[in-house]
Structures are given as structure tokens and as C-alpha cells.
């Protein structure tokens, strides 16, 4: 009762016992100079006990103000949100309690751009009416965050995640007035839930940095989208957290020694995607240009060997010296090794595409050398005919 009433006056509180303790302490000395041991004694503790009650509600004081101050650095100054220490603990706490959870990342997309075009105060209502359509998709038990910047959290316990993904879609629906101009909110989202291992534990750490690889492509894929996460789509996070550049639809299921899809750390290589008929393309490419060389080689290879002959001052009838000729043959051997290199290591993943395509394809046979001298045959037939159409 005492503090309930030092907290509704503290001002009257205070100058009470200020005024309680002075006429205490001097009835005390008054009593121990008049010779009254027993008033003496009660004064004594009555002066002490007033100073412990003080002292109890300077401390009470003093505690609820860290308290307060705690809460108001946990909090977001402009949206009023909680901040990211907060949705640490409760994933700390999801991951030691084995409990499941769903994590939305939210990206607010446009800001940049409004804040440039219609002022930062504009930028700030943009953000503080993404926050509270937000906070209208936050499921019972679920605590809305501000991550930072312009991105927020979504923790959502035992919720799975297109359901929290159609609440965040219907949230952020329909325009909102800003800066007198009306303005749809858009926001790039990720969303990931908690895996139970088989020991019953569960990483809800990892659930975050997957619905972050999730968000990340809604990013790539334009933006104002939500994703949930899936690692045939979405690159899988490392144990830390971070998104190696490598997905798992990218990785080659069935490796043969000395080919890979894409590099690995430390190779000097570009990672290159390519459909399967797009696959098929390039390899007909590499073996019609790796036969054009092989043919370029043998005819210079011939003109090497014939005697050289006088010099024509003709334009258009100078031949090279049989020198010439031989250093286009070394340079068409060189090139001609290049693109048959090229095809070689196009041939196993070729043979793996086809065998793994479900459709099927009427031409599933890796290219051989016999295709590669088909395939020059027929670009030499079409060069021919051009020529001849050329002439006539």
C-alpha cells in the first residue's frame, strides 16, 4: 500500500518522509537528553526503519526506471515494434524448447525510391503503415519485429507457412496515402519453418536464414512477392547463416570425375545455366566449329607442302607462302583442339541431362566425333549451296 501511494504522489511521498524523519529524529535526541531510555530505543528504530523504507523505495524506483528504459531500447522509435533482440531471444528460446516455428522475413520494396522522390518523412509513413498492416497478419501468440532498415520479422508459432503466407498477402493489400499520394505497399517476403530432427530438436536459426534465402529470391524474381522457402529453388544456408552461391538444382546428381556443373571455391570458372535444348545447341555449335578447324587444318596443311609459287600482283589471286600455310595449320590444330576439348566435357553432362529428363527426348545419344564430322558435313554442304547461289 505504502507503494502504491509513493508511486501515485511521489512528490508528497518524498517531502512526507523527509518531514517524518526530522520530527523523528528530533524527538529521539530530545528523549535521549531528557533521560527516557525507552523513547530513546523507539525513536532509534523508528528512524531506522524509515530510512530502509526510503531506501526500499529509492530502490523500487530506481529498478522500474532500468526496467522501463530496457523495454524503450528494445523498441522500435518509429514504428513502436520490438527490435531484433527480442526476436533473437524468442528463436534462442524456440530452438532450446523444441518448439516450431515459422520465420517471415518482410523486404519493403520502394523506399529508396520514395524517400528520394517524396522526402525521408514520407519514407517513414511508408514504413510505419507497412508495420501495422503487418501486425494485422500476426496469428495468436506471434510477435511482429523490426529487423532493421527497412526489413521486419515475423515469428509465428505452430502456424504453417501459406497460411501465414495469404495473411501477409491480404495485410498488404490495397493502397495506402502517402505523402498525398496513394501508393500500394510492396514488400518482398520470405518464409521458412522449423525442421524436427529425429532427436526432437529443432534449429530455429536455420529456419531464418532460409526464409532469408527465400526473401532473397523474391528480390531476384522482381520483387513484391512472397516465397516459401524450397532448397531446389532457394540457395540451402550454411550452418552460420550465410548463402553459399550454389543450389541444390545446381549441383550435378550424379558426378563423374573430372566434371561438375558448376565450379567449386577457388576455381577460375563461370557458372554457366543452360536448358536442355539449349544444352544441345551448344554442343552441335562447339562440334560444327571443332570440324570447320579440322577441315581449315588439313587444306592448309596441304598448301604447306606444295612448291611456292611466284607472287600474283592480281588483287584477289595473292595465296600464302607455304610458311602462311603452315601457321594456319598450327593455329587451326589449336583451335580445333579448343572446341573439341569443349564438346568432350559437354558429352558426360549431356548423357546425365537426358538420362535424367523425365520428357524424353528423340535425341538423347551423346555427341560423338562421327556426329561432330556429320555435323561439319552438313554446314560444308550449306556453304557450298550459298556459294553457288552466291556465283549464280
Known amino acids: 500500500m505504502f507503494h502504491d501511494r509513493t508511486q501515485r504522489h511521489p512528490t508528497a511521498a518524498r517531502h512526507g518522509l523527509m518531514l517524518a524523519a526530522f520530527v523523528l529524529a528530533n524527538a529521539t535526541v530530545l528523549a535521549a537528553f531528557t533521560g527516557h531510555t525507552f523513547l530513546t530505543a523507539v525513536g532509534v528504530i523508528a528512524l531506522g526503519c524509515a530510512y530502509l523504507a526510503g531506501h526500499a523505495?529509492?530502490?523500487?524506483?530506481?529498478?522500474?526506471?532500468?526496467?522501463?528504459?530496457?523495454?524503450?531500447?528494445?523498441?522500435?522509435?518509429?514504428?513502436?515494434?520490438?527490435?531484433?533482440?527480442?526476436?533473437?531471444?524468442?528463436?534462442?528460446?524456440?530452438?532450446?524448447?523444441?518448439?516450431?516455428?515459422?520465420?517471415?522475413l518482410i523486404?519493403?520494396?520502394?523506399?529508396?525510391?520514395?524517400?528520394?522522390?517524396?522526402?525521408?518523412?514520407?519514407?517513414?509513413?511508408?514504413?510505419?503503415?507497412i508495420a501495422r498492416r503487418l501486425a494485422q497478419a500476426v496469428p495468436p501468440h506471434g510477435v511482429l519485429v523490426r529487423q532493421g532498415g527497412d526489413e521486419f520479422t515475423l515469428l509465428a508459432w505452430n502456424t504453417e507457412p501459406q497460411d501465414l503466407a495469404d495473411r501477409i498477402g491480404v495485410a498488404l493489400a490495397g493502397r495506402a496515402v502517402i505523402g498525398g499520394y496513394r501508393i500500394q505497399p510492396r514488400a518482398s517476403v520470405g518464409i521458412a519453418a522449423t525442421e524436427t530432427a529425429a532427436d526432437?530438436?529443432?534449429?530455429?536459426?536455420?529456419?531464418?536464414?532460409?526464409?532469408?534465402?527465400?526473401?532473397?529470391?523474391a528480390k531476384r524474381d522482381g520483387g513484391n512477392q512472397i516465397r516459401i522457402f524450397d532448397p531446389d529453388r532457394d540457395t540451402e544456408p550454411s550452418r552460420d547463416g550465410t548463402r553459399p552461391p550454389v543450389r541444390r538444382?545446381?549441383?550435378?546428381?550424379?558426378?563423374?570425375?573430372?566434371?561438375?556443373w558448376l565450379p567449386t571455391p577457388g576455381d577460375e570458372l563461370i557458372p554457366l545455366l543452360l536448358a536442355p535444348d539449349e544444352l544441345h545447341t551448344v554442343a552441335?555449335?562447339?562440334?560444327?566449329?571443332?570440324?570447320?578447324?579440322?577441315?581449315?587444318?588439313?587444306?592448309?596443311?596441304?598448301?604447306?607442302?606444295?612448291?611456292?609459287?611466284?607472287?600474283?600482283?592480281?588483287?584477289?589471286?595473292?595465296?600464302?607462302?607455304p610458311a602462311g600455310y603452315a601457321g594456319i595449320a598450327r593455329l587451326a590444330a589449336q583451335q580445333q583442339a579448343r572446341y573439341t576439348e569443349?564438346?568432350?566435357?559437354?558429352?558426360?553432362?549431356?548423357?546425365?541431362?537426358?538420362?535424367?529428363?523425365?520428357?524424353?527426348?528423340?535425341?538423347?545419344?551423346?555427341?560423338?566425333?562421327?556426329?561432330?564430322t556429320r555435323a561439319g558435313d552438313h554446314a560444308g554442304a550449306q556453304t557450298q549451296q550459298q556459294t553457288r547461289q552466291g556465283e549464280a
Do not use: C, F
Open 57 to 104: 523505495t529509492a530502490a523500487r524506483r530506481y529498478q522500474q526506471r532500468l526496467v522501463h528504459e530496457v523495454a524503450e531500447a528494445r523498441k522500435d522509435p518509429l514504428t513502436g515494434l520490438p527490435n531484433r533482440a527480442l526476436a533473437d531471444e524468442m528463436l534462442a528460446a524456440a530452438s532450446r524448447g523444441g518448439a516450431p516455428i515459422t520465420v517471415a
Open 107 to 129: 523486404d519493403v520494396n520502394g523506399l529508396h525510391s520514395i524517400n528520394g522522390n517524396l522526402g525521408h518523412a514520407a519514407g517513414d509513413q511508408y514504413l510505419t503503415i
Open 200 to 217: 526432437g530438436t529443432v534449429d530455429a536459426q536455420r529456419a531464418r536464414a532460409r526464409a532469408d534465402s527465400a526473401m532473397y529470391t
Open 249 to 260: 538444382r545446381d549441383i550435378n546428381p550424379i558426378v563423374e570425375a573430372g566434371m561438375a
Open 284 to 321: 552441335q555449335a562447339l562440334a560444327t566449329a571443332a570440324e570447320g578447324w579440322r577441315r581449315a587444318g588439313a587444306e592448309a596443311a596441304a598448301g604447306a607442302s606444295r612448291t611456292a609459287s611466284a607472287p600474283s600482283s592480281e588483287p584477289g589471286r595473292m595465296k600464302p607462302t
Open 342 to 372: 569443349l564438346l568432350q566435357r559437354l558429352q558426360p553432362i549431356i548423357a546425365t541431362v537426358d538420362a535424367l529428363d523425365e520428357a524424353g527426348h528423340t535425341d538423347t545419344a551423346p555427341y560423338t566425333a562421327a556426329d561432330a
